[in-house]
């Protein structure tokens, strides 16, 4: 009401000139306050806008680290003298650790060419055992034949040595030994050392075993020597016979 009623109070003579408020409605308007334009208004809108954009700059300027990000990347930059005794102590670091792989490596070498040396020196001391408990037979049947003379005793306690010695080898290590009389002439098994000729010989006979062959499991570990059958070769003589009796 107060406002419409000062600005009703205002008059405009008619040679344009604005006319003075009473002195009442001064003192009014003075008590009332001063005047709230929409000019005013938006200024002091956008000077609150101003201070809070301000607050918000102040506060992430606080959190941001100080100097640009251009600057903190150069800062953080290593020289170059940095990077060369970076790598400096990198090499000697991969050098160190080949040397130790080398050494490794070689000892592994080492350890692994003495094992395979002791494998082959000591890979019959199984085998080398038992024959000790055999040596140990005959030695007690040679003791007990100088003190008896007994030849038969004596012979009879080297026969059951040397079947125990041939049944221990054949049941512990696959060591067989094979006869080979009157069986046919078979070269990966037999040796012929002699040969007989005979008129009804179809094909070669073992007539005689001169040395056992023996088998370690299924292949020949020694080929028997023996003595073979074989067909009667044709003679000058014959031939001339036959060329008569055409």
Do not use: C
Not at 114 to 125: F, I, L, S, V
Not at 215 to 228: C, G
């Amino acid at each position: 009401m107060s406002r419409k009623k000062k600005r009703g109070d205002r008059s405009i003579s008619s040679t344009g000139a604005e006319s003075k408020p009473a002195a009442g409605d001064k003192k009014t308007a003075e008590a009332e306050g001063p005047e709230h334009t929409p000019d005013s208004e938006t200024g002091a809108h956008q000077d609150a806008m101003d201070q809070s954009s301000t607050a918000m700059d102040s506060g992430t300027a606080a959190l941001e680290p100080a100097g640009t990000v251009e600057e903190n990347h150069a800062r953080k930059e290593p020289t170059q003298a940095e990077v060369i005794a970076q790598l400096a102590e990198e090499s000697s670091e991969l050098k160190d650790q080949l040397l130790r792989k080398q050494a490794d490596f070689e000892n592994f070498r080492k350890r692994l060419l003495r094992e395979k040396e002791d494998a082959g020196k000591y890979a019959n001391q199984m085998l080398l055992l038992d024959l000790v408990d055999v040596i140990d037979d005959f030695e007690r049947a040679i003791n007990s034949s100088e003190e008896s003379k007994d030849f038969d005793a004596f012979h009879g306690g080297i026969v059951i040595i040397e079947k125990q010695l041939t049944s221990m080898l054949e049941k512990k290590w696959g060591l067989m030994r094979f006869n080979s009389l009157g069986d046919a002439f078979d070269p990966d098994r037999h040796q012929a050392i002699a040969a007989e000729e005979k008129d009804d010989a179809e094909h070669s006979v073992v007539l005689e075993d001169y040395q056992k062959g023996y088998l370690l499991y299924d292949r020949v570990l020694r080929p028997a020597k023996v003595k073979i059958s074989q067909a009667k070769l044709p003679t000058d003589t014959d031939s001339d016979q036959s060329d008569l009796e055409e």
